[in-house]
């Protein structure tokens, strides 16, 4: 298993530029999200979502968008990149609720 | 990520010491909570979890306390090993509820 894989592991982008990045998961799980992690600010909530066809806004949703159509994949859109969505970004995948939650090896974006 | 270590609280130990990291947490109705460890560059790794019902929990080398009276989470290393260098987290769960809520981490050093 490879549990949770996210593409690219680096990427910059031009103010306004749009880019997606990939997150898969092999372990069946229900639950996904992604995080971006600033420092000083520790991880914080973009969106998640409890299954396929089902997503919903975490604490920092604004610039970015998902969809869910596979319980596999969970991919995060920036329709028009800027310099404050420079970030480390990870998907998550888990069970959810108080079982554990497996984090990707990130994707480290930098907007210029 | 890199420079995750910016701003965190720090503890320095020396190579074969316990170590104890703590945390508050935020919500009196969190019902499950999670340490990460996060090496330079990586993503989170899960080191343990205990749901509330739990005052202590122990794994291979690591033990997490729990005092849900002052809403305060520990985690204790035994003989601390320099691959024990790391930011670790804390996060906290409510059981019907999908997110994570992260603490800011704390940058534990291991001088050999």
């Known amino acids: 298993n490879a ?30 999200s992604w995080y971006r992690q600033d420092p000083g600010m520790g991880l ?11 997503t919903d806004q975490g604490e920092v949703p604004n610039g970015y968008n998902v969809s869910r159509s596979t319980t596999e994949d969970f ?23 108080a079982y554990e939650q497996y984090f990707g090896p990130g994707t480290r974006l930098t907007v210029t | 990520g890199e420079n995750v270590g910016l701003h965190l609280p720090t503890l320095s130990v020396q190579e074969g010491d316990n170590s104890i990291i703590n945390c508050a947490y935020s919500n009196s109705a969190s019902d499950y909570f999670i340490w990460y460890k996060q090496e330079s560059g990586k993503g989170p790794q899960f080191i343990i979890d205990i749901r509330s019902n739990m005052d202590k929990r122990q794994g ?9 009276t002052v809403k305060h989470l520990s985690l204790q290393i035994a003989a ?10 804390c996060a906290e769960n409510l059981f019907s509820n999908y997110k994570l809520t992260f603490g800011k981490g704390t940058l534990l050093t291991v001088n050999p």
């Open chain 2, 60 to 68: 291979q080398r690591v033990t997490v306390l729990l005092n849900k």
């Open chain 1, 44 to 54: 914080r909530l973009i969106h998640y979502s409890v299954g396929a066809g089902i």
């Open chain 2, 80 to 89: 601390t090993q320099p691959g024990d260098s790391a930011v670790y987290f």
């Open chain 1, 75 to 97: 991919p995060l859109r920036l329709l028009s990149a800027a310099p404050s969505q420079t970030s480390v970004y990870f998907c998550v995948a888990g069970r959810g609720g």
């Open chain 1, 3 to 32: 549990g949770v894989t996210q593409t690219p592991k680096f990427q910059v982008l031009k103010t306004g530029q749009s880019m997606t990045l990939q997150c898969a998961q092999d372990m069946n799980h229900e639950y996904m």
